[in-house]
């Protein structure tokens, strides 16, 4: 089989990213070369939900900046059709590692502990906090 998915079930995330840092340690150079992309879906069953893409080709202007060439296109697709905002590659996530070796990634995170904003709450009918 040429193309492949492969889903991942990361845990101790809370506990400094431990499953998708080993993951990404384990792999060869040629192997990462093989992962087209990654895509994180972050605390997407959260009752206080938005719709925060991953900023692919840093156009917020926050944080860390650009993800790896690629990043940018993920981001593009994910926002089409939908009302987003973008959130920066803080690094808090398990796309961490992938950037980190130069893997393109983008994805969902819902903001769940961060309060939203009055137009925000309007926009996904999300909570304040």
């Not at 692919?56 to 900046?65: H, I, L, Q």
């Amino acid at each position: 089989m040429k193309n492949k998915v492969r889903l991942a079930f990361w845990g101790g995330e809370e506990g400094n990213l431990l499953g998708s840092t080993f993951y990404v340690e384990q792999l060869s150079f040629e192997q990462q070369l093989d992962i087209a992309l990654y895509l994180n879906f972050d605390m997407i069953g959260s009752p206080n939900w938005g719709e925060f893409i991953y900023d692919g080709d840093d156009s917020d202007a926050e944080g860390a900046g650009a993800g790896p060439f690629g990043s940018a296109q993920i981001e593009a697709l994910m926002r089409k059709g939908v009302p987003t905002e973008g959130t920066d590659f803080d690094g808090r996530s398990d796309y961490g590692p992938f950037i980190a070796v130069g893997i393109p990634s983008g994805g969902i995170f819902t903001g769940a502990e961060v309060e939203k904003s009055v137009p925000q709450q309007a926009k996904w009918a999300a909570r304040r906090g």
